[in-house]
């Protein structure tokens, strides 16, 4: 079993409905897993990851992005250095599993 490791998260802008924070994390790397209130939208700019959703994976290259749906587990396996913008309502919230 992969350990699970944060991935380096920064802040970016913040509106009235909406913010962005940038995440970043290593190849080989297992993002914790986690199922959001409200849809989100993860946007790839650099590097590749593995989306799990659902007992399904979705690759996700530089430049690709993804709506993820609400109330669904997720999560991230990143497959080579990754950074990507995370794109989200200021009332979401989150829910990780150990």
Known sequence: MKKITKPK???LVRGKKLHTKQMEAKAGDL????I???ESVLVV???ECILELEGVDHVLKQGES????PEIAHQIS???DFKAI???TNDIKFKFFD
Request: glycine share 4%.
């Open 78 to 80: 990143v497959v080579e």
């Open 36 to 38: 959001a209130t409200i």
């Open 86 to 88: 995370h794109v989200m």
């Open 66 to 69: 993804f709506i993820v749906p």
């Open 9 to 11: 998260v920064v802040p």
């Open 31 to 34: 993002l914790p897993k986690h």
């Open 45 to 47: 700019i650099e590097g």
